[in-house]
């Protein structure tokens, strides 16, 4: 295992500085993110030193609520231009530990694994013939995840004490505008974050495994396949045992069974069949009423036009990136027809006409960008 020295080598922490500059978020500290290499360079002798004799201490955070599409609220940590340096170093040296010994049925925060690769693989059970799907949502994960559980893991895995002493530490930090962490409760926004979380998981990911089971975990969110409605009722409530005994945490109220002839909702996608047993794709209504809401809050913002368009582009291109894979053809043509009533309005309100010769068209840009869903024609991916 790598020591102290070698984590927060002067080279890691200004690559670390490099990647928080191409950020362009500023820390706490309102540092500019195009001066943290200089502060580095300038100030490593004393970081380091600080962080081998046992003195070193995480700056105050502070914490914002990040409004999720759901309606809810995240939580957010912003760290101060060191400590950020401290907990990228640290998120590196983890990942390569951590990675290697995870499961083939997580795709999340891992390398050349996502959300696709996931429905990929239900859609490959489905085509199997699991035609039920236990969804299991995890009650505020980051919030609740024990300290003690995330230190026991890593000493498991040989990470030196002095390295989990650091790691301690910025689990407890304080924060300026909330309460500090002393028990439970990983910092969304910390780097380190994902990959502690998924450490903890790997062994409901493991237990799962030794019962047979064919499932997906993205970051919180589990899905089980079964074959029958019953089974998968039983499965729900046997999982929920099974997470609090592994990993002390419990399911929200969205846990549910849901049939994949009525639509599997996993990743912002709803996956179902046809009466033929042929897998499809489509973006969750709520997905459709957020995109909805972005292009009516922007037609109503006091921005000029050409800037209205440009960012109206913008929210059009990501969206579809995203949901490239689901066959929407149709949807699409409803979506351009909504944008040019919302410009036609705008047109009214303001008594004049509006240039719409830059504006991208939602079905152009999706018969483009669009990938057929291919299911995985292997359960198990090899990590990368």
Known sequence: ?????????????????????????????????K?????????????????????????????YGKRKTNGGIRTIAINSAIDRCIIA?????????????LTEHTYAYIKNRGCIEAIRTL????????????????????????????????????????????INKLLKMDYDNAERHDILGCPQGSATSPILMELVLDSLDKELM???????????????????????????????????????????GKSQVHSISEGVPVLGYVIYNDTNGAVHLKPKEAKLKDLYDKLHDLTNSHHRTEVIIYKMNCIIRGWLTYFRHAEISEMTLEI?????QLLTRLEAKRGDSIDRSKL???????SQLYRPLQPMTSIHLPFC
């Open 1 to 33: 295992m790598q020591t102290l020295q070698d984590i927060f080598s002067k080279t890691n922490m200004l690559e670390a500085s490099k990647r928080i500059r191409k950020s362009n978020a500023a820390g706490l500290d309102g540092i500019s993110p």
């Open 89 to 101: 170093c640290l998120y590196q040296n983890l990942y390569d530990i951590i990675t290697p010994v």
């Open 336 to 340: 351009d027809e909504t944008i040019e």
């Open 123 to 166: 859609a490959r059970l489905a085509k199997d013939g699991y035609t039920y799907f236990a969804k299991i949502d995890i009650e505020k994960c980051f919030d609740n995840i024990k300290h003690d559980m995330i230190l026991f893991k890593l000493k498991k895995l040989g990470i030196h004490d002095d390295v989990l002493r650091i």
């Open 360 to 366: 991208i068209s939602c079905n152009t840009l999706y």
């Open 210 to 252: 030794r019962r047979h089971l064919q499932f997906i975990r993205y970051a919180d969110d589990i899905i089980v396949a079964y074959k029958s409605k019953e089974a998968a009722k039983h499965g729900l409530l046997s999982i929920t045992k099974i997470l609090y005994k592994k990993c002390k945490l419990r399911p929200n």
């Open 35 to 63: 001066l943290v290499p200089t502060l580095i360079d300038n100030e490593y002798d004393t970081i380091l030193k600080n962080i081998v004799n046992g003195t070193y201490t995480p700056e105050k955070a502070r914490t």
